[in-house]
């Protein structure tokens, strides 16, 4: 079992920034990758990016050049750095751990308006 917390969403301005994190416990040492997706209602939860135990990061089309994914292996944490936030990447955040299963957190909204 792998429990995953997010944390770090709330409103912003166009062009703002937000940084949302992602705390996991449990059988970590079963985690391949660790990502974040995104859904708004009526639409199907979407990648918005993902990071291997190795290091090697993905991200959709949408957000290259604006976010960046990382890790804190000795805190367990993976982080979202969120820039130049734009009204379309309104959304509740889920972050996600491959562990043989997938596992989700609870989400946390990002709202972006001015």
């Given at each position: 079992?792998?429990?995953?917390?997010?944390?770090?969403?709330?409103?912003?301005?166009?062009?703002?920034s937000?940084?949302?994190?992602?705390?996991?416990?449990?059988?970590?040492?079963?985690?391949?990758?660790?990502?974040?997706?995104?859904?708004?209602?009526?639409?199907?939860?979407?990648?918005?990016?993902?990071?291997?135990?190795?290091?090697?990061?993905?991200?959709?089309?949408?957000?290259?050049?604006?976010?960046?994914?990382?890790?804190?292996?000795?805190?367990?944490?993976?982080?979202l750095?969120?820039?130049?936030?734009?009204?379309?990447?309104?959304?509740?955040?889920?972050?996600?751990?491959?562990?043989?299963?997938?596992?989700?957190?609870?989400?946390t909204?990002?709202?972006?308006?001015?």
């Amino acid at each position: 079992q792998v429990h995953l917390v997010e944390s770090g969403g709330g409103l912003v301005q166009p062009g703002g920034s937000l940084r949302l994190s992602c705390a996991a416990s449990g059988s970590i040492f079963s985690i391949r990758a660790m990502g974040w997706y995104r859904q708004v209602p009526g639409k199907e939860r979407e990648l918005v990016a993902t990071i291997t135990s190795g290091g090697r990061t993905n991200y959709a089309d949408s957000v290259k050049g604006r976010f960046i994914i990382s890790r804190d292996n000795a805190k367990n944490t993976v982080y979202l750095q969120m820039d130049s936030l734009k009204p379309e990447d309104t959304a509740v955040y889920y972050c996600n751990a491959a562990a043989g299963y997938f596992y989700w957190g609870q989400g946390t909204q990002v709202t972006v308006s001015s």
